[in-house]
């Protein structure tokens, strides 16, 4: 059963920049996907990006090409996600989740990151 913990989540000013992480504990599949998804009050939750943990495929969703990172350190067994060119309407809770297949899941409890303006 693997459990995911994000961290690195916090306050910073528009154009800043953050690293979460989300290390996973137990066995980890080379095809299995980590996302990272976010939600801000009021709206749903939405796709940000996600990397296999092989490295070998990156996903990105259009708000935050560019400006966002994805990577892994499968020694650490610990996704990361740089996020540069901080927005305010970057403000979220943001989670990490796995996939086998289709359906995402061991959400882990989520990370709160605030943009000031």
């Known amino acids: 059963q693997v459990q995911l913990v994000e961290s690195g989540g916090g306050l910073v000013q528009a154009g800043g920049s953050l690293r979460l992480s989300c290390a996973a504990s137990g066995r980890t599949f080379s095809t299995y996907r980590v996302g990272w998804f976010r939600q801000a009050p009021g709206k749903e939750r939405e796709f940000v990006a996600a990397i296999r943990w092989s490295g070998a495929n990156t996903y990105y969703a259009d708000s935050v090409k560019g400006r966002f990172t994805i990577s892994r350190d499968n020694a650490k067994n610990t996704v990361y996600l740089q996020m540069n060119s901080l927005k305010p309407e970057d403000t979220a809770v943001y989670y990490c989740?796995?996939?086998?297949?289709?359906?995402?899941?061991?959400w882990g409890q989520g990370t709160q990151v605030t943009v000031s303006s």
């Open positions: 989740a796995q996939q086998a297949t289709v359906t995402w899941s061991h």
